[in-house]
């Protein structure tokens, strides 16, 4: 895995830990479960961009 990759997954874990805790405190489940969707679309966005070097020196 590429650097921002790492962050990107580090990021994505912190915030859907976060959301995570605010929904066991307040018991409204609408944080966590409306978190999920923009958190995977952004992991899928990462790794699904590649970058090729040789299409750059062309």
Known sequence: ?????????YISIVALGFFLVLSLLTQQWGFFLWSLLPVFIVLLTTFSTKFDKRDHEK
């Open 1 to 9: 895995m590429k650097k921002y990759q790492k962050r990107t997954v």
